[in-house]
């Protein structure tokens, strides 16, 4: 069930949620708002209780977005990277966000 919301491309919907980028690389263009609020409509919509962003064929984000990706805590969802770039896992190890988002490789 893929369907496209605005910026997001959301692969499953429900407790886990699976949202992505469609595999495209261009998000240093990416409006946080947008994405912010299509984020906020499907867990609050599916009662999202686990949110897994795919990062499949993006190789850097913006900082605003790992800020954005990390504040959704206070929404209640614990927040899974899944197949992120080896740039992003580096980003994500010096900062120690993977303690706050584990990352994985997974099939999507």
Do not use: W
């Not at 595999?23 to 946080?32: A, I, K, S």
């Not at 962003?53 to 990277?81: C, K, M, N, Q, W």
């Not at 899944?82 to 994500?92: G, H, K, T, W």
């Amino acid at each position: 069930m893929e369907t496209k919301q605005g910026t997001l491309h959301v692969y499953e919907a429900g407790t886990l949620s699976v949202a992505g980028f469609g595999g495209h690389d261009v998000l240093e263009h990416v409006n946080l708002a947008e994405v912010r609020g299509e984020l906020l409509e499907l867990i609050e919509e599916h009662q999202c209780e686990t949110l897994a962003i795919d990062f499949t064929g993006v190789t850097l984000i913006p900082s605003g977005l790992l800020g954005l990706l990390a504040s959704l805590r206070e929404h209640g969802v614990t927040v899974h990277l899944y197949n992120p770039s080896q740039d992003i896992r580096e980003v994500m190890e010096i900062t120690n966000l993977q303690e706050v988002m584990p990352m994985y490789e997974v099939e999507v």
